[in-house]
């Protein structure tokens, strides 16, 4: 299984970019899906969560700005990043927990690579 995060890139501030999380490979469900993000020198933080019934949970300073989405038939999650500031930028990874195809009912978590979101103010 692996996670292909795409669609960062430069924005200025107040710009929008939507975030791609695709899930490949011996994928039978994915549960949740999670996008962190990391700024230099600052720890990772959880920006957004969506679990396998659709609840969502946000960084209190990206809510009401950022909407987790995912799409099951694709094994694609998306983050929808509107209002963008300067504090946003980061590198931003998305996380899954799935289920493997011929390895039962127990989930393993999978990490994709990071997308560089840069905002400019």
């Known amino acids: 299984v692996q996670l292909q995060a795409y669609g960062g890139g430069l924005v200025q501030a107040g710009g929008s970019l939507t975030l791609s999380c695709a899930a490949s490979g011996t994928v039978f469900s994915i549960n949740a899906t999670a996008w962190y993000r990391q700024a230099p020198g600052k720890q990772r933080e959880l920006a957004a969560l969506?679990?396998?019934?659709?609840?969502?949970n946000y960084l209190d300073s990206v809510k009401g700005r950022f909407t987790i989405s995912r799409d099951n038939a694709k094994n694609t999650a998306y983050l929808q990043m509107n209002s963008l500031k300067a504090e946003d930028t980061a590198v931003y990874h998305c996380a899954a927990t799935v289920q493997v195809i011929g390895m039962g009912t127990k989930l393993y978590p999978y990490w994709g690579q990071g997308t560089q979101v840069t905002v400019s103010s």
């Open positions: 969506i679990t396998n019934d659709g609840s969502t």
